[in-house]
Each structure stands twice: as structure tokens, then as C-alpha cells.
């Protein structure tokens, strides 16, 4: 029921959301909560935002994330720090949502041991994912060098991972930046690379 809810939010939030709280309900009903709560939680923070319900997102996420860790689903509970970074953005709240991003980058980092058993495809994604979310922070707050020095790093990642589609997303948004900064030489070589 979770899985059909989450694909439900992209094409109706409303259905996903109800399918969600049935799934909730259904796993306190049956002594499931622990295993299915946070992962509803999660389907319903992507309702929230969908309805402009930002606070109340941040507040299922962050009950998600705190039911993942409970359950000893490392991976899962970081892995909603994508999904606060983008949520804090939009509340304005950069520094918090570069924090958030941050999380997940020292988690996986290269300086630290690994987190969560993953595979290194799975970690390398996330983690290029967590930068290119930082590089937005960056640019949000001014630091435009920061950013593109993340944009960089996602699209490295995103090239490790196979995910070729992703980097040219990141090497398009640091395209944007270049040329918002009159840098157009730059901006054009990345854009042609695309």
C-alpha cells in the first residue's frame, strides 16, 4: 500500500495521502507501526509539500526519520535529509537545509566509514544527490563559488553512479549559475557538453 501511495503522489497527492493514512492506520491496527509508520510519515511529508504544508511536512519528516533510526534503518532515515533540505529551502530557512545536506555528505563521505550497507553505486548516488542539493544552498545564500565547487562534485558523483541523466541536470543548473554571474564563455562549454 505504501509503494502504490508513493507512486500515487506524483499523479494525485490527495490519493496518495489517503493511501497513506490507510497504510498507517492498517500497520497500528496490526502491531506494524514500527515497520510501516515512518515510511507513511514519508509519503505524507510529499503530500504536504504538495499542498503548500511546509511546516507540516518538516514535521512528518522529521517523525519519519526518527521512526527509520528506531527501526535500525540507517539508509532510510538519511536519506530524508534530501527531502528536508529542499523543504527548509523553500521555508527560506538556507543555512538549515545546507545542514541537512550536510548530514548526508559526512555520512558517506570519503573521510568516513561507511554508514549504512549500501552498495557503493547507492551511496555514491545519494551522496551526489546531497551536493547538488548543497550547491542550491550555496547559491540561495551568495556563495556562488561554493556552489559551483558542489555543482562539480554532483556531477562527478552522478557520472560514478551511471546516472547520466542526473549529471547533465547538475551541469545544466551550474550552466544557469555561470551565466547569472556573466561567466557566459563557461556557461556555454558546459551547456554544449550537456
Known amino acids: 500500500?505504501?509503494?502504490?501511495?508513493?507512486?500515487?503522489?506524483?499523479?494525485?497527492?490527495?490519493?496518495?495521502?489517503?493511501?497513506?493514512?490507510?497504510?498507517?492506520?492498517?500497520?497500528?491496527?496490526?502491531?506494524?507501526?514500527?515497520?510501516?509508520?515512518?515510511?507513511?510519515?514519508?509519503?505524507?511529508?510529499?503530500?504536504?509539500?504538495?499542498?503548500?504544508?511546509?511546516q507540516e511536512a518538516l514535521a512528518l519528516l522529521d517523525r519519519a526519520r526518527t521512526g527509520f533510526a528506531a527501526a535500525g534503518d540507517t539508509w532510510s532515515a538519511l536519506r530524508t535529509n534530501l527531502g528536508r533540505t529542499n523543504i527548509l529551502n523553500e521555508m527560506g530557512r538556507h543555512d538549515d537545509a545546507l545542514a541537512a545536506s550536510r548530514a548526508i555528505i559526512e555520512a558517506l563521505g570519503p573521510a568516513s566509514a561507511p554508514a549504512v550497507d549500501r552498495t557503493e553505486e547507492e551511496r555514491t548516488e545519494l551522496l551526489a544527490a546531497a551536493e547538488q542539493n548543497s550547491a542550491l544552498c550555496h547559491e540561495l545564500m551568495g556563495g556562488f563559488e561554493l556552489a559551483l565547487a558542489a555543482y562539480d562534485r554532483a556531477e562527478a558523483g552522478y557520472r560514478r553512479a551511471g546516472e547520466a541523466r542526473a549529471g547533465a541536470e547538475v551541469r545544466y543548473d551550474r550552466a544557469l549559475l555561470l551565466l547569472n554571474l556573466g561567466r557566459h564563455r563557461e556557461a556555454l562549454a558546459a551547456l554544449h557538453d550537456v
Open 1 to 54: 500500500v505504501i509503494d502504490r501511495a508513493r507512486r500515487e503522489m506524483w499523479d494525485d497527492p490527495g490519493a496518495g495521502a489517503r493511501l497513506a493514512r490507510l497504510a498507517r492506520a492498517g500497520a497500528v491496527a496490526a502491531g506494524l507501526e514500527p515497520e510501516v509508520g515512518p515510511a507513511a510519515d514519508y509519503a505524507l511529508a510529499q503530500a504536504s509539500v504538495a499542498a503548500g504544508e511546509l
